[in-house]
């Protein structure tokens, strides 16, 4: 399964020779990342070394695949949908929430 995070590839060198993101969406990125994240995270509570190594791969990707985007995306764009700003902000929430719950559930079992 890591080979789907492999997908992007082709449209972030694109992006990188073109200088531009045109008019491609975020959304992927963001939910590549807050998935990817939150798997992570249940495979290392759950002690599955193939869970949390393939999906911190695909974090790692996520994250790359989303700092090279914004890099060349326009501060305003109607094709993100949302700000680069809202884009972290859901990101920072998933991670809050997911790092809260997961020590909240730990703490009780």
Known sequence: ????????IPTIQKIRSDR?????????YTS??????LWTVYGVLQQEYRLWSTNGVGLVLGLSYFYSFVQHSPSASVTLPGSVKQ??????????S???LSTFLDAEL
């Open 98 to 100: 997911t790092v809260g």
């Open 87 to 96: 884009h972290l902000q859901f990101i920072l929430a998933i991670v809050v």
């Open 20 to 28: 531009a993101v045109g008019s491609l969406p975020l959304l992927p």
């Open 1 to 8: 399964s890591t080979v789907v995070f492999l997908a992007p």
């Open 32 to 37: 590549m990342i807050s998935s990817s994240f």
